[in-house]
């Protein structure tokens, strides 16, 4: 049984618009959340973390957003820039274990 | 989908022991694994990356002698801790893909606690 899924397996988005990658978790005790990108051929590298306490946090272009009651995460990426374009994990932290979720290819088309 | 499996999920021995993970790919061909390691409240860090009937590429500052990885076959991939000692004590988690330009496929993890 999957505890983390992302329902989509691919997106693709016009250069300069919104990225919104989804989410959703079923277990309600998890810490915090995070998300990472990965490219072809690397390892995923860490993108941004959310805290089970808190409903968003932002980084520059990238911001993440915890609903809660809905166990429902996601990711928006504004403007989308080529160079977004990777697999994107979702993944859920209870202390010291991570689940990942099986990601979600972005296409930001130029 | 494709599914990676990961044993055991939870170990725990003394001080001394070299301990040995498997990751298996069930349902595909993992020419690539990747290896992982989790601590507490940081995000998840690369230790190193094997093709198949290659030596493993380790990242910089993980000990090649302490952390052994064999990927002998396109289904199989293990690390072996040597000479465990406490501050190896982590969240390890390997992934597996038979396509660089594909999603990988991440196991369940392995939690080692070295006593």
């Known amino acids: 049984d999957q505890q983390v899924k992302q329902n989509s397996p691919s997106l693709s988005v016009q250069e300069g618009r919104i990225s919104i990658l989804n989410c959703d978790y079923t277990n309600s005790m998890f810490d915090y959340f995070l998300w990472y990108k990965k490219y072809p051929a690397e390892g995923p590298t860490f993108l941004i973390s959310?805290?089970?306490?808190?409903d968003k946090n932002e980084d520059g272009r990238f911001t993440v957003f915890l609903n809660k009651s809905a166990k429902h995460l996601s990711l928006h990426i504004v403007p989308s820039q080529p160079g977004d374009s990777a697999v994107y994990f979702c993944a859920a932290v209870k202390y010291d274990k991570v689940i990942f979720g099986p990601g979600t290819s972005l296409s930001v088309i130029p | 989908g494709a599914v990676v499996s990961q044993h055991p999920s939870w170990v725990i021995c003394k001080s001394g022991t070299s301990v040995k993970i498997e990751c298996r790919s069930l349902?595909?061909?993992?020419?690539?694994m990747f290896w992982y390691r989790q601590f507490p409240k940081q995000s998840l860090m690369l230790m190193a990356t094997?093709?198949?009937?290659?030596?493993?590429?380790?990242e910089q500052g993980v000990e090649k002698d302490k952390f052994l990885i064999n990927h002998a076959s396109l289904t199989l991939s293990t690390l072996t801790v040597t000479s465990a000692h406490p501050e190896d004590s982590s969240f390890y988690i390997c992934s597996g893909t038979g396509d660089l330009n594909q999603p990988q496929h991440f196991g369940d993890g392995t939690r080692l606690s070295i006593l």
């Open positions: 349902d595909f061909q993992a020419t690539t």
């Open positions: 959310i805290s089970s306490i808190k």
């Open positions: 094997s093709n198949e009937g290659s030596k493993a590429t380790y």
